[in-house]
């Protein structure tokens, strides 16, 4: 007995089939997406590992952000080199996952104290390094989510596919068995961890889909009706030019608006905590001032309240009470980065989303172990794929210590370092005939040592025992140290297909 109808054989047959061409073509870019994704669920714990000697406190003042905001607003107003587009001030005032005062435009931020005098730079570049590897595979922004999101497309196709392929995955869902034959092992760990994360990799691929596909949209729409101003295509969600222009009247903030607002918004919404601040179009005629609260159980990221020149409350932007196209919209990014019901949502997350990707891994070894088991080898693609499993993930931290120690680009370490590994290994052959299982020791090896780099010069740059630092330092010192010891297990004989 299975939840699913009886099938016939001949369908599932060609879905599993249409399953494994659509995985093979797909498998190392949605590897590199699952890996990012769950790594980045605690982007935050990364920001503050990555500047851990900035203050950190719970409360901070109103007149302490207002004290914050207009020493960045006199920096930014002389930064003769700032960007054309960087036009707007972002305060991110203390929250419980971020007991931080940060002040910011463009890609420069600031660290302040609670008293709201400067403390140092704020920056996260290496944490934005691994988040954007995620969002866009660092291609240029708008294209690489679409182009993310098309792979996410086919991540929910393979899924689905998955599902329909194993009518007794449910039955199954707890059998697990080791046999002799390398590939039905696989199957087992690629088919149990499908079935134990479908509903959450399902609610991942359409979210991540929507968010994408909302760049495409907005794009098409701004080019074939707003005249390339993709901008426009958002109004319905955020607001047009006119309702800012109602509520602000037309006029620039005032002196000591930012501070007003403040005191009324925490005194209108006592029960939600401002999460972020914004003054847009800084130092022009229509500048004007937003303040994001965050409404207690619901998924919407906050919701946006609007204030005249002088820093009255005119309204909010009802993304928490307004059409439900609108709510869903505000709700995407939370669920999709599981930005809500504190740690042990996080940790949820970071777990299924850590299944996700042994499932992409498990599913490729499926097949490399099946054609070497049927007399058809392919030790070159068996050894790319291995230097992947664990080069991508070396080379991230790789790409961390460099750029810490000696200041170079995380990008240029981490795409230059994927070049030479694949152009290496494609060439290896004509040096060595070593088994897949040596391959994949020696980059156990390159994974733990480049972990355990990171966290030597992250503490000897900081020196710092802060909480932010001691909770990522140590997790991935334990991690480095595990890689390690795998290498010191006995080599066993070639005929192991241990990947």
């Known amino acids: 007995m299975t939840l699913w109808p009886k099938v016939p054989a001949a369908f599932v047959r060609r879905v599993l089939h249409g399953h494994k061409i659509l995985g093979l073509a797909l498998c190392a870019s949605l590897y590199l997406i699952c890996l990012t994704g769950w790594v980045g669920v605690y982007y935050v714990e990364f920001e503050r590992w990555e500047r851990p000697n900035l203050p950190e406190f719970s409360e901070v003042t109103p007149e302490a952000i ?3 905001t207009a020493d960045t607003r006199a920096v930014m107003l002389a930064d003769t080199h700032r960007g054309p587009f960087d036009t707007d001030i972002y305060i991110s005032p203390p929250t419980d996952n971020a007991p931080r005062l940060v002040v910011g435009y463009g890609h420069e931020a600031r660290g302040y104290d609670a008293q709201g005098n400067f403390k140092g730079p704020a920056s996260h570049d290496l944490t934005h390094f691994l988040t954007e590897l995620h969002y866009y595979l660092h291609l240029p922004e708008s294209f690489g989510m679409i182009v993310v999101c098309l792979f996410g497309v086919g991540m929910m196709a393979l899924l689905i596919g998955g599902a329909l392929s194993h009518p007794k995955m449910f039955r199954d869902a707890f059998a697990f068995r080791l046999r002799k034959q390398g590939h039905l092992t696989r199957a087992d760990l690629h088919n149990r961890i499908g079935a134990w994360t479908l509903p959450f990799g399902l609610i991942i691929t359409l979210t991540g889909t929507l968010i994408g596909l909302g760049q495409l949209v907005a794009l098409t729409m701004g080019l074939l009706y707003y005249q390339g101003n993709s901008l426009k295509a958002y109004e319905p969600i955020f607001g047009s030019q006119a309702e800012i222009t109602a509520a602000t009247g037309g006029k620039p903030l005032q002196d000591g608006a930012l501070l007003t607002a403040l005191r009324q918004i925490e005194a209108a919404r006592p029960d939600e905590p401002v999460s972020f601040i914004a003054v847009r179009m800084v130092g022009t005629p229509t500048e004007f001032l937003e303040i994001t609260t965050k409404p207690s159980q619901r998924l919407v990221y906050g919701e946006a309240w609007r204030f005249d020149a002088q820093g009255h409350l005119k309204g909010s932007y009802h993304l928490s009470d307004g059409p439900a196209g609108r709510q869903v919209a505000a709700s995407l990014y939370s ?3 599981g930005d ?5 949502v996080k940790l949820i997350y970071a777990l299924l989303g850590f299944g996700l990707t042994v499932m992409i891994a498990a599913g490729m070894d499926i097949w490399l172990i099946k054609s070497a088991e049927k007399g058809k080898p392919r030790p070159l693609i068996h050894r790319l794929w291995t230097v992947l499993i664990y080069g991508a993930p070396a080379l991230i931290a790789l790409a961390f210590a460099l ?9 240029a370490v981490f795409w230059g370092g994927m070049a030479i590994l694949t152009v290496v290994t494609l060439i290896s052959p004509k040096f060595t005939q070593a088994p897949v299982q040596i391959v994949s020791r020696l980059m156990r ?11 030597a010069v992250h503490q000897t740059i900081h020196q710092s025992f802060s909480v932010a630092a001691v909770q990522v330092n140590l997790t991935l010192l334990i991690l480095g140290l ?4 795998l290498t010191l297990r006995k080599v066993k004989s070639p005929a192991n297909t241990e990947v």
Do not use: D, E, K
């Open 66 to 68: 207002a004290r914050a």
């Open 335 to 337: 669920l999709h980065f």
């Open 340 to 344: 809500f019901g504190g740690w042990s």
């Open 403 to 411: 750029a810490m120690s000696l200041h170079v680009s995380p990008v």
């Open 445 to 455: 090896t390159g994974l733990g040592l480049s972990l355990i780099a990171m966290v």
């Open 482 to 485: 595990g890689f390690v010891a």
